[in-house]
């Protein structure tokens, strides 16, 4: 019930096109949904972020969908760029505690050619 | 703009040797994350530390594994005895305490531990 399941595991775009990363979870404690990017060799850095009271949020070229009924939520990248080929990592994270734990999806490598 | 630190960058250890993994978390931030990454895998929570004690803690971290806070700047992770499948990429993170603000993780760099 821990688990939030990404795809797909890879994505080749076209220069100008839209990316599409999906992601899906079980437990309904979740109230934070993060989205990381990662290019080799450097830590996950944060993209954006969306709590399940909107459905919506957006940043730039970078939108988070968020569907709470069906427990999904995905990222859109608009005018994707070579600059955007990376790995993208959704997760999620509950109150619990003090600090919080992010629980990671599986990873999305995204190939944008030029 | 402020950012977390690792050392080393990485390192190379035989079977059974003790391990210590250095982080200098953001700081005004108060609570810190370790998590790793094996190779082409997802990142996987390890611990989480608060107010100088552990907060939360997965199955992965085991008593092979320990933090510790040994002065204001920074957090550290040890490992006892490593074994091969200790080989991967260790993060630290960090976060404000700040309302809304606790939830953002700020990861450092990582070390890749290879474990011969």
Same mark, same amino acid.
């Given at each position: 019930?821990?688990?939030?399941?990404?795809?797909?595991?890879?994505?080749?775009?076209?220069?100008?096109?839209?990316?599409?990363?999906?992601?899906? #979870?079980?437990?309904?404690?979740?109230? #934070?949904?993060?989205? #990381?990017?990662?290019?080799?060799?450097?830590?996950?850095?944060?993209?954006?972020?969306?709590?399940?009271?909107?459905?919506?949020?957006?940043?730039?070229? +970078?939108?988070?969908? +968020?569907?709470?009924?069906?427990?999904?939520?995905?990222?859109?990248?608009?005018?994707?760029?070579?600059?955007?080929?990376?790995? #993208?990592?959704?997760?999620?994270?509950?109150?619990?505690?003090?600090?919080?734990?992010?629980?990671?999806?599986?990873?999305?490598?995204?190939?944008?050619?030029? | 703009?402020?950012?977390?630190?690792?050392?080393?960058?990485?390192?190379?250890?035989?079977?059974?040797?003790?391990?210590?993994?250095?982080?200098?978390?953001?700081?005004?931030?108060?609570? /810190?994350?370790?998590?790793?990454?094996?190779?082409?895998?997802?990142?996987? /929570?390890?611990?989480?530390?608060?107010?100088?004690?552990?907060?939360?803690?997965?199955?992965?971290? @085991?008593?092979?594994?320990?933090?510790?806070?040994? @002065?204001?700047?920074? /957090?550290?992770?040890?490992?006892?005895?490593?074994?091969?499948? @200790?080989?991967?990429?260790?993060?630290?993170?960090?976060?404000?305490?700040?309302?809304?603000?606790?939830?953002?993780?700020? /990861?450092?760099?990582?070390?890749?531990?290879?474990?011969?």
């Amino acid at each position: 019930q821990q688990q939030v399941k990404q795809s797909p595991q890879s994505l080749i775009v076209q220069k100008g096109g839209i990316s599409i990363i999906n992601c899906a #979870y079980e437990n309904t404690a979740f109230d #934070y949904f993060p989205w #990381y990017q990662q290019f080799p060799g450097k830590g996950p850095a944060l993209l954006i972020a969306i709590r399940p009271d909107v459905s919506e949020k957006k940043e730039g070229r +970078f939108t988070i969908s +968020f569907n709470k009924s069906a427990k999904q939520f995905s990222l859109h990248i608009m005018d994707s760029q070579p600059g955007d080929s990376a790995t #993208y990592f959704c997760a999620a994270s509950k109150s619990s505690g003090s600090a919080r734990q992010l629980t990671f999806g599986s990873g999305t490598q995204l190939t944008v050619l030029p | 703009e402020p950012e977390v630190t690792q050392t080393p960058s990485h390192q190379v250890t035989q079977m059974g040797q003790e391990v210590i993994l250095r982080c200098v978390p953001i700081s005004n931030h108060l609570y /810190f994350y370790w998590y790793r990454q094996i190779l082409g895998q997802k990142v996987e /929570f390890l611990v989480s530390f608060y107010n100088n004690e552990i907060s939360e803690k997965s199955e992965i971290f @085991d008593d092979q594994f320990s933090v510790e806070r040994p @002065d204001g700047s920074n /957090f550290t992770l040890k490992i006892r005895s490593t074994k091969l499948e @200790d080989s991967a990429m260790y993060f630290c993170a960090s976060s404000d305490r700040q309302a809304g603000m606790k939830e953002t993780q700020y /990861f450092g760099p990582g070390t890749r531990l290879l474990v011969l």
